[in-house]
Nanobody
């Protein structure tokens, strides 16, 4: 089982950038599909971006061209580079690790984008 700790959230003005990090420990990180999800107040948690163990990635339509997911297996870390942030990107961002039937969530990090 893997344990996840997110960091990098904060308050930023619209148009700004943030980079989120998710550090994993406790298992073979490179074999996990890693994802970033977000949940805004009153809304369901939604997929933002996902990257497989082989490095293939996919994105929600709302963030395509603005966000980039990447992973550094040597550092057991997955990143989410967020550019051109909008107020509607405001949410708690969660990291998720999946491998077969094993699934783990991080505790979340708040991202607030002011207009």
């Amino acid at each position: 089982q893997v344990q996840l700790v997110e960091s990098g959230g904060g308050l930023v003005q619209a148009g700004g950038s943030l980079t989120l990090s998710c550090a994993a420990s406790g298992s073979i990180f490179s074999r996990y599909t890693m994802g970033w999800y977000r949940q805004a107040p009153g809304k369901q948690r939604e997929l933002v971006a996902r990257i497989t163990s082989g490095g293939n990635s996919n994105y929600a339509d709302s963030v395509k061209g603005r966000f980039t997911i990447s992973r550094d297996n040597a550092k057991n870390t997955v990143y989410l580079q967020m550019n051109s942030l909008k107020p509607e990107d405001t949410a708690v961002y969660y990291c998720k690790a999946v491998r077969g039937f094993n699934l783990c969530w991080g505790q979340g990090t708040q991202v607030t984008v002011s207009s």
